[in-house]
C-alpha cells in the first residue's frame, strides 16, 4: 500500500506540469485567432475603355424666340377686337381698336386753327408788303430832302410792327402743324397692327374694357401676346459652378414634360453674363441664364410647357473610365515638422488579396463614370464599394472580394 502511494506522488506532479502546458498552448491558441487579420469584404470592378459624355443639367420652359406683348400707349376704351385666341396672323393684320373719337376732334380742331392762321398770314403778308413799298417811298423823298427823318423812322418802324406780325403767324402755324402731327399720331395709335407674322398665344381684354397706359411703378395692360413658333427657344438656369462649363452652340438634349417619349435636340445661343439671384427661404442661389434654340421641334410644342435640358460639354471616345463611387480622397502629411497635410485623389488597386492606394489624374465626368488621364491601366482591379468599406481601407489591407454582384451583372 505504501509502495502505491509513493508512486502516485511520484506520477502526479509531471501530469500537472503537463497539463499546466497544455492549458497555456490553448490560451496561445485562441489569442492567436483572436488577432488573426480580418479580411473586409468589398466589390471590385475592372478599368474599362468606355464612350463618355459629360453634361450639365438644369430645368426651364419652352418659349418663342420671337414673342411680343402688345399695349395701350394711351388711354381708350376698347372699341373692337379683329382677332382670336389661337389665331395665325401676318404683319401688319388688323387686331384691334380703340374709341378715337376724342383724338378725331382734336384733329380737326386743330386742322381748322391752321385754316385760320393760313388766312390770317395772307393779310399780314398783305400789310407787309404795303409797308414795305411805303418805307421805299419815304426812303427815296428823306434821300430827296423832301421829307424829316422823324418820317422816315416812322415807316421804319410801321415795317418792323407789320414783319413781326407776320413772323408771330408763321411760328403759330408751324406750333398748330406739330399739334396735328401728335394729334394724328395719337389717332393712328388706337388701331393695332400685328408687328411680325405668329399666332394669338393671350388675348386678355374684351370689347368695350378700358386700356390703361403703364406708369413707372405700375405696368399698362397688355391687350394681347403674338408669339413666332417657327423658332422655339428653351430658357433654363444654370448653376453659378456649371455655366463655366457652357459655350456657345454646345448640343443640348431637351426632355419636354408633356412628351416624355421624346428627345428634341438644341444648341446653346445664348449665356447670361449676369446672375439671376434668387432668394430662397435657406440661402441666396445665383443662377445664370442659358438659352437653347431647338432643331425641328414639334409642331404642336406650345410656350410655357416645362423642360429640362442636358447640356453636353464634352464628348470622348474609348477612354480609360472608372465608377465615380470609387474615388477616395487620402490625406497624406506633407511637412512632419509641422504636422502639415494635404489631400490626394486615388484609388485603391486590388494586389491579390490585398489593396495599394494608387493616385489618379481626372478628366471629364460622366453620369456614373469619369475619366482616368493618368495613375490606371486596362483591365486592372480596382476597389469600388461599398461605400462604408472604402472609408475603412488602407494600404495592405487584406480584402475579400464579393463575386455575387459580378454575378448579376
Do not use: C
Request: overall charge negative; proline content about 3%.
Amino acid at each position: 500500500m505504501n509502495t502505491n502511494k509513493s508512486f502516485l506522488k511520484k506520477r502526479k506532479k509531471p501530469l500537472l506540469f503537463a497539463g499546466v502546458i497544455v492549458i497555456i498552448a490553448i490560451i496561445i491558441i485562441f489569442n492567436m485567432q483572436a488577432q488573426r487579420e480580418k479580411a473586409l469584404k468589398v466589390t471590385v470592378e475592372k478599368v474599362k475603355a468606355v464612350n463618355l459624355t459629360s453634361t450639365i443639367s438644369a430645368s426651364g420652359e419652352v418659349k418663342p424666340k420671337k414673342n411680343v406683348n402688345i399695349s395701350a400707349h394711351l388711354p381708350g376704351r376698347i372699341e373692337k377686337i379683329g382677332v382670336v385666341e389661337g389665331q395665325r396672323v401676318k404683319n401688319k393684320d388688323f387686331l384691334l381698336k380703340l374709341d378715337s373719337t376724342q383724338y378725331e376732334a382734336n384733329a380737326d380742331r386743330d386742322r381748322a386753327r391752321i385754316q385760320s392762321l393760313k388766312a390770317d398770314l395772307i393779310r399780314t403778308e398783305a400789310v407787309l408788303k404795303r409797308d414795305e413799298k411805303y418805307h421805299e417811298r419815304q426812303k427815296k423823298l428823306y434821300d430827296e430832302k423832301l421829307i424829316s427823318s422823324e418820317q422816315l423812322e416812322s415807316s421804319q418802324a410801321q415795317q418792323d410792327i407789320s414783319k413781326a406780325y407776320h413772323d408771330a403767324i408763321l411760328f403759330q402755324i408751324k406750333q398748330a402743324e406739330a399739334s396735328l402731327a401728335s394729334t394724328m399720331d395719337n389717332l393712328q395709335k388706337t388701331v393695332f397692327y400685328s408687328p411680325i407674322d405668329g399666332i394669338i398665344t393671350s388675348l386678355r381684354v374684351e370689347e368695350g374694357e378700358i386700356a390703361l397706359v403703364g406708369t413707372m411703378n405700375n405696368p399698362g395692360t397688355v391687350l394681347l401676346t403674338i408669339a413666332d413658333l417657327s423658332v422655339m427657344e428653351v430658357e433654363v438656369e444654370v448653376d453659378e459652378t456649371d455655366v463655366v462649363r457652357v459655350e456657345f452652340n454646345q448640343e443640348a438634349e431637351i426632355r419636354v414634360d408633356a412628351f416624355p417619349d421624346d428627345i428634341i435636340m438644341g444648341k446653346v445661343t445664348e449665356i447670361g453674363s449676369s446672375a439671376l439671384q434668387i432668394v430662397s427661404a435657406s440661402q441666396e442661389s445665383k443662377d445664370f441664364k442659358v438659352v437653347i434654340t431647338l432643331e425641328n421641334p414639334p409642331t404642336n410644342l406650345k410656350p410655357g410647357l416645362s423642360a429640362s435640358a442636358d447640356i453636353i460639354t464634352a464628348r470622348k471616345q474609348g477612354v480609360l473610365a472608372i465608377p465615380i463611387s470609387a474615388l477616395v480622397i487620402k490625406e497624406i502629411a506633407v511637412d512632419t515638422d509641422q504636422l502639415q497635410e494635404s489631400q490626394q485623389e486615388g484609388v485603391y488597386v486590388v494586389e491579390k488579396d490585398r489593396v495599394k492606394f494608387q493616385p489618379v489624374q481626372k478628366g471629364i465626368m460622366g453620369e456614373l463614370k469619369i475619366e482616368i488621364v493618368s495613375g490606371l491601366e486596362k483591365e486592372q482591379e480596382i476597389v469600388v464599394g461599398p461605400y462604408s468599406a472604402l472609408r475603412e481601407l488602407k494600404d495592405d489591407k487584406l480584402i475579400k472580394i464579393d463575386r455575387t454582384k459580378e454575378e448579376d451583372k
